[in-house]
Structures are given as C-alpha cells and as structure tokens.
C-alpha cells in the first residue's frame, strides 16, 4: 500500500513570495490533515479536512495560509505572503476517518524563507 | 483544552541500556494517547497507542507505555535499546468526543551511543 506522498521535499523562497505544497493521502482516506512542525516543536494542526470539507481550521493564519481539498483526495497548501516565521517542515497525514483511526505521515516539506 | 509535556528534550543512553521517555498531559475529559517516532528525514509513525482497555500497551519493537490516569502520565520505556533506536519521539494526545484535534508534545531526541 502505498503512503501520504507530499511534494516538494524541500523549498527555499525569499519572503514575501508565494508557496504551494501538494498532498497525495492513501487511497480511500476520508480525512486529511496538514501540520507546522518548527524546529524544536511538536507539529501543530493547521487544518484538518473530512473528504472536501473543512473540520477545524482555528488554528490556521488565514491572511496569508489557505488550503483546499479538491474532489476530497489531493490536497493543497498555500502560503502568500511568506514570513520568516513560516520556516518549518509541512506535514500532511491521512486517516481512514475520525476518532481512534491511525493518523499516517507523510516525509513532509520542508520549507526555508530568506 | 488538552496539552502534553515532554519533560526531556533530549535523552543520551548507551546501547543495551534501558531507557524512559517521559509524558504527561492534561485535558478536562477523557483521552486517547499516542507515540510516535520521526527517524533522522523521515515522517511521523505511530509507534503505540492507548485507547481503551489495559493500560500497558506494547509495541512490536520492545517499546512499552504504561497509562495512569491518577498520574495523568503516559511514559514510554525500553529494557534495551539498540543504535537504531535513535530517533526523536513524540507524545500525543486526543480528546474522546468532541474536537478531533491531535496535541503533539515537542518532542525527546533519543540519541543511543554504542
């Protein structure tokens, strides 16, 4: 079977550019989840969708962070303008739904603003 | 609303040795908990998980953790570890009911020296 597949690996840009990050979740996973993991922390839920519709997103800085999941299977994640402070690794995670279903990781986007 | 704290952020052993990772967490009701293990470039996976039932919960690796409630801990433990156990190790939690959000601590680099 195969995992969360995420692209790209790794992305420098300058601030005050744009950056789009791309999700691929396991075949047949309703919910889609995509984190901020900084340096030194845990990661952080940014967004969680239920197939195309948004679960929670309270904790997603909506001026400049957007995401969408279209026909409820890829996903992704935008950011415009960059901060410095947005220099993390991006994670997204799949999960067959809610509840005690297992959250799967993908390798993550690491992303490095100048 | 729920938290976890990792009281180490990093833990040096020596190989063979027997190691504990610790976490507690607080939430007004009742939780799943989980840990995960992040190797040196890779993503997240579930390395075990309590959910209902015994509190002891194995993993197929030798790792252990130990639920309790009255402590509101959930410490991770290994009689012998080995080099390739070296990884970062993160506990999680979730709120039965409710929202769905996964809390992640900030993490203990387990670091195993031969």
């Known amino acids: 079977e195969a995992g969360v597949a995420q692209s790209p690996r790794y992305k420098i840009i300058e601030k005050r550019q744009s950056v789009a990050f791309w999700c691929n979740p396991i075949?047949?996973?309703?919910?889609l989840y995509w984190y901020q993991q900084i340096l030194g922390q845990g990661p952080k839920l940014l967004i969680q969708?239920?197939?195309?519709?948004?679960?929670?997103d309270s904790q997603l800085p909506k001026d400049r962070f957007s995401a969408e999941r279209l026909k409820g299977v890829d996903s992704t994640l935008k950011i415009q303008p960059a901060k410095l402070e947005d220099s993390a690794v991006y994670l997204c995670?799949?999960?067959?739904?809610?509840?005690?279903?297992?959250?799967?990781f993908g390798p993550g986007t690491r992303l490095t603003v100048t | 609303a729920q938290s976890v704290t990792q009281l180490d952020s990093q833990v040096p052993v020596f190989e063979e040795a027997p190691v504990e990772l610790r976490c507690n967490y607080s939430?007004?009701?009742?939780?799943?908990l989980f840990w995960y293990v992040q190797y040196p470039n890779q993503g997240l996976q579930l390395l075990l998980k309590?959910?209902?039932?015994?509190?002891l919960v194995e993993s197929i690796n030798g790792f252990e953790a130990e639920f309790n409630k009255s402590q509101t801990s959930f410490h991770l433990r290994k009689p012998s570890v080995h080099i390739s156990d070296t990884a970062e190790y993160f506990c999680?939690?979730?709120?039965?009911?409710?929202?769905?959000?996964?809390?992640f601590g900030k993490g203990t680099k387990l670091t195993v020296n031969p």
């Open positions: 995670a799949s999960s067959m739904g809610q509840g005690i279903y297992e959250q799967y």
């Open positions: 075949s047949g996973h309703a919910t």
């Open positions: 969708f239920q197939n195309n519709g948004v679960v929670d």
């Open positions: 939430s007004s009701v009742s939780v799943y």
């Open positions: 309590y959910l209902s039932g015994s509190t």
């Open positions: 999680a939690v979730k709120n039965q009911g409710g929202s769905e959000k996964l809390v």
